[in-house]
């Protein structure tokens, strides 16, 4: 019966992709989402009540109601939906808003959530290459009924920005409805943490944004920004938010505050400093991130070189992830580093020193 299991784990096995849980209990952190150390200093809830329900019978609250309406100010939306988690936001919007007749066109690297609601929807899509505006003109040629657009304003694997202005102005002349998934950014661009879109002045020049609170903010969860019209539409149509258990009361409160916490904290000026500082130690480093990314990528030419440095970190002390196939494309595979405002100096020269001499 698990015959044909353990073949495709064999396989995986085989290409050395197979994948792990790991702890990095006592190691320094250079591969987690903390961009800012929020969940380093959060204080366990006191607050463990369930919400009874999904929001739809017994779970909404107004705590929920009002903590939508404040992160709907600050994030300068008419409206905002929270959701449990990223990964169902993105679910509930590209399984719901496109309709049979529509077209999707999403990059490339688009995070997995938005593939697999696109594959729940019954739209046509297609992807267009990672950052390419002139690939997405000719892709959007094939296109038919309303047409979305879903980018990412920081890619996770790739630690790069998108054209954000280029594409946002084209959505703008060709009316296609444009979908930013801010989940890299919002806590770490923008005034007060808002995201690269507010960066760029963007923000209501798209249909709507994703903003997750399991990264810089330290917390989980997420909100979707848009028009009241798209909120209303999601609590009619989107599963994964109608058909899921409420966060408790308390939770949603808790969100507000820690973008509030976020907004006046000193941690994105030290978190800024540290991505400067090595950019600077890295500079005979192969990056391929963008220079003001939290998130930077080295390129290795094989897997079995990837796991390898990735181990000589660990045995010293340093918590960073290889990333492989098919998480990232074959033969693509690379170290992930993460940096945060709680990193040193320190940390940062050893972690340079350690993978200079691993790449030889």
Known sequence: MQARFLTKLAERKEKGSLRSLSLFDGLIDFCSNDYLGMARNEAPSSSC???TGSRLISGNSP????????????FGSEAALIFNSGYDANVGIFSSLPQKGDTVLYDELIHASVRDGIRLSHARSFSFRHNDLEDLKKKAARTEGTVFV???????????????????????????????????????????????????GLESRCFAR??????????????????????????????????????PGAHYQHLAAKVEEVSVTAERKKL???????????????LISDPESPIQIIPIPDVSRCLRIAESLRSNGLAVKAILPPTVPEDGQRLRICLHSFNTRADIRKLIELVEKDLG
């Open 210 to 247: 994703l903003i997750t609170f399991g990264k810089a903010y330290g917390s989980h969860g997420a909100v979707i920004c848009g028009s009241s019209v798209l909120r209303e539409f999601l609590i009619n149509f989107a599963r994964s938010f109608i058909y899921t258990t409420a966060l």
């Open 272 to 286: 800024r400093e540290n991505i400067v500082y090595f950019r600077e130690l890295a500079a005979n480093v192969p």
């Open 63 to 74: 705590e929920a109601e009002s903590s939508e309406q404040i992160l709907a100010g600050f």
């Open 49 to 51: 009540s369930g919400s």
């Open 150 to 200: 879903a980018i990412e304003s920081l890619y996770s694997m790739d630690g790069d920005l998108a054209p954000l202005r280029e594409i946002t102005e084209w959505c703008e002349s060709t009316g296609a409805l444009l979908i930013v998934d801010e989940a890299h950014t919002g806590g770490v661009f923008g005034e007060g943490g808002r995201g690269l879109m507010h960066n760029y």
